[in-house]
């Protein structure tokens, strides 16, 4: 989970959820200018095709990715088990209980 790939495409899609919210709040006023509305998707068209074709975008956002991943990692905590972890029981089923198991037998009779 902290793969500079995933952060890498967690701010990418950070990025674009943004810009498309402010959008779709503007649409789902009550008082809405058509006009504005209109103008607002167009750029945010625009801003959509910049993110895509935008060199100095994926340069910063994967700089951005590897800092963090960087970050995320020196803060992770040591995989060392604490002794006072006690071991994880499975959990009891019906059938493995003997007092309830019971013995399926079928009567044919020809």
Known sequence: MTSPDFVITLTFFRDVLLAVNRVSVYLQTKEIDMIQAMGMMQLLKEELTNIRNSSE??????????????????????????????????????????????????????
């Open 57 to 110: 975008y994926w340069d910063t956002s994967v700089a951005k990715a590897f800092a963090a991943t960087v970050d995320v990692n020196l803060q992770e905590a040591p995989e060392d088990k604490d002794e006072n972890t006690r071991k994880r029981k499975r959990p009891r089923r019906f059938e493995d209980r003997p007092e309830t198991d019971t013995v399926m037998s079928f009567l044919y009779i020809p």
